[in-house]
């Protein structure tokens, strides 16, 4: 038994969810492809048009792992329910942004949008818990604090999609951490949750790695940080979230405190171009916002592959991080 699941309801759930994601995804990118709906990958020579939105396999897997887990594991009903409200409306915030585009302010206010849900079922405990400290009484700053815990992973995520296989990657380890700090820190609500969005992650990577045959798009990314968001207050791993996430969060910062603050995509200067080899350079512009792909190219010009590798070993360093985290909890 793991935290009262049994192991083969588990692996079918996250096998089922896996299959449903691997099959969609082609599927969803051809379609968006027949559409119109593609996108230029600069950091190609060729500059290939490659389908986007691709993230909406994500979305429907997500609805389809949750109604499962509802299935298999009916006491968890209203947990499910609002996590995947959470998901639902940060990928309807994400949709419009693919196809109409979002004033740089109202995104954010629209995702705040998404802790909704969350507060009005009441399913969060204002008690985190700290290492070495425990659990904690934070009544008011919580409740505060939650429109944050859904829109900064949201924002965090969309941030780091600039690269292929970028935003899948990392969120991939990062689920697969939560998934198993839930274990150490027996939140089943957790457990459950972040094994439909790892398995998820895993089957659209396999599309969206280096070289990408479709991107997420805002639908996609947005929709997988809020799901991080709300798996981190409904199963109540709020600090594990934080310290997985912190490379996507710290690279959201780097670019909003380097640009002085939201602006509009049009109004920000490129912070990398690339060059004829196929290399990607670091600009010398000083307007040019200062982002995590900046500064990994800040000694020399990289190869997109190469980048990644340093955006993955970034997200393990922090995935131990956050295990040794769960486990300093009492």
Known sequence: MLLGFEPLQLFFLFFSSFIVCFVLTPIVMRKMKQVGIVGVDVHKTDKPEIPEMGG????????????????LFSEYFEEVMVFLAVVLIAAFVGIIDDLRGLNALL???????????????GLYSPHPAFPFIGKTRLTIIYFVLIPLVVAVP??????????????????????????????????????LLSLILFASLLAFWYFNRYPARGFAGDT????????????????????????AMMPLIMNSFYILASIGGLKERREIERPTYLM??????????????LTLTRIFLI????????????????????????????????
């Open 56 to 71: 909406l396999s994500i979305v429907f897997t997500l609805i389809f792992g949750s109604f499962l887990s509802v299935v």
């Open 107 to 121: 995104k954010p206010f629209l995702l705040v949008l998404a802790c909704i849900p969350v507060i009005l079922s």
């Open 154 to 191: 949201a924002n965090a995520a969309n941030m780091i999609d600039v690269l292929n296989g970028a935003m899948s990657g990392t969120c991939a380890i990062i689920a697969g951490t939560v998934l198993v700090c839930s274990l150490i820190l027996d939140s089943e609500v957790g457990l």
């Open 220 to 243: 996609g990314s947005l929709s997988v940080g809020a799901a991080l968001g709300g798996i981190a207050v409904v199963g109540s791993v709020e600090i594990v979230v934080l310290v």
């Open 276 to 289: 004829p080899d196929g290399y990607i350079s670091a600009t010398e512009n000083p307007k040019a916002p």
């Open 299 to 330: 000694r020399r010009p990289l190869k997109e592959g190469e980048i990644l590798k340093g955006f993955y070993l970034l997200a393990l360093v922090s995935a131990v991080l956050a295990i040794m985290t769960a486990l300093l909890i009492p």
